[in-house]
């Protein structure tokens, strides 16, 4: 639990109920307390009187992706340190993009707080991965696969690992990869291809658009192609086609009876929640970069990934593994941050994807606490 670095621990959340257990669960494995607050996180006025009442050095928000600004906005207003592990998306726009977020850059340079985006594991991890290999591994990159697997079963017929609302979103948008200076637009899941993933085999993986690309495209010079690749299985992306053709994955409000409701959400509240599927979900999960490029004026591949046990989450933090590959490289992001690591290895202040800070002792820290990554070069 890293108690020596996070000494008082506030979960805060719009309803109690999780917050508690969650409390109660560290209290039965002897993880010490932790305090719980209610708060909505879309209005920013209570997030100001919540950290001004607390008082933290950083705030990580593990929201939904719609909240990002309103809790961004209550860090500036509080001179508060922000991690998040996903970029803003409109709730009315199938669409996400981190301008919004990268615009806090000059008032938090000028209030004197840290804001990292992005610090799950993809974007994140990922990002992390790219950085290493930039400054250890090449001269230059010139093209990247980030190759996202999850092999996991969850035993029921329908189901997915994270908020179904923010996942069925995602995969049902159309396509985008960057290539010679160009966004490239596709289809939705128009581009598939095999891929060999260590520790679980050969698996369909699909073109999707994915937002660390938009900062990596940004801060890696001499990246000529990058794209984002994702496992599905057939079983899967039937019941999402049959639930998109009947329009449940509609974002747009609705009139049901009288009664307003936006599809999309009615379908998650059917859904089982992720959570629950931590207990009965086994096999593996694969994610990593492959890239190409130039170092001492030699062609050189790379790639880098972790591999995770869905099984061993559950024993050790009572997650599957997507939970558990999201959370630790945020808390090791707050560490970086609670340490000093990354503010006072950079003398400065603002709003930074991963692969813009000193992500060596990040990396380090991954492996620690559990994420470790195999490298295979040629």
Partial sequence: MNRDVFKNIILASRSLDKCHAIKESMLKKGLGEIGVEQVDADDTQALVALIQKHKPKVVVNVALPYQDLTIMQACLETKTH????????????AKFEY?????????????????????GFDPGVTNAYVAHAQKHHFDTIHTLDILDCNAGDHKRPFAT???????????????????????????????KQVWAYPQIGEMDSYLLYHEELESLVKNVKGLRRARFFMTFSQNYLTHMKCLENVGMLGIKEIEHQGVKIVPIQFLKTLLPDPATLAKDTTGKTNIGCYMTGIKNNQDK????????????????????????????????????????????????????????????????????????????ER
């Fill in 161 to 191: 690992n994270f908020n179904p609302e923010i996942n069925l979103r995602e995969v049902s948008s159309k396509g985008r990869y960057y290539e010679n200076g160009k966004w490239i637009e596709t289809k939705p899941l128009e581009i």
């Fill in 301 to 376: 591949t790379l790639y880098i990934y972790n591999v995770c046990d869905h099984k061993k989450c559950y024993e050790e933090v009572g997650s599957q593994a997507i939970s558990y590959t999201t959370g630790v490289p945020a808390m090791c992001a707050a560490k970086m941050i609670c340490n000093d690591t990354w503010s006072a290895d950079h003398f400065r202040a603002g709003v930074f994807n991963i692969e813009e800070l000193n992500t060596d002792p990040f990396m380090e820290e991954l492996i620690k606490q559990g994420l470790p990554y195999e490298v295979i």
């Fill in 99 to 119: 301008k919004e977020q990268w615009a806090f850059d000059r008032a938090y340079k000028e209030v004197g707080i840290l804001g990292v985006l992005g610090a």
């Fill in 82 to 93: 922000y991690i998040d592990t996903a970029n803003y998306e409109h709730p009315d726009l």
